[in-house]
Nanobody, 127 residues
């Protein structure tokens, strides 16, 4: 059973930083490769991919966060991170982490590709 738990959300002023964490527990699988990703969804809007990382290292970012956000994966603790810098009010949303079995280069940002999801953590950026 895959279990994803996000943490680290909160309220911050524009220009500030936050680091989101996602604890990933997954069973031993015949699929040794996988992708992990962060998505976000604001009220009344569709869920969009923010950043993704393949188990072998390649990353992929949405255009709106390139140069500001960094995704990383600590394999020793099986924790996914999203470092968010230079935050803007439009970054406000519920942020979700997700897992997809099978590696891909670049790792996808389409939510339909991902099979397992966390409950989300809220990020609010005020001006």
């Amino acid at each position: 059973q895959v279990h994803l738990v996000e943490s680290g959300g909160g309220s911050v002023l524009a220009g500030g930083s936050l680091r989101l964490s996602c604890s990933v527990s997954r069973p031993t699988s015949r699929y040794s490769n996988y992708c992990l990703a962060w998505f976000r969804q604001a009220p009344g809007e569709e869920r969009v991919g923010v950043a993704a990382i393949d188990s072998n290292g390649p990353t992929n970012y949405g255009d709106s966060v390139k140069g500001r956000f960094t995704i990383s994966h600590d394999r020793a603790t099986n924790t996914l991170y999203l470092q968010m810098n230079s935050l803007k009010p439009e970054d406000s949303a519920m942020y979700y982490c997700a897992l997809k079995w099978g590696g891909w280069k670049p790792p996808p940002l389409a939510d339909t590709e991902y099979q397992h999801w966390g409950q989300g953590t809220q990020v609010t950026v005020s001006s």
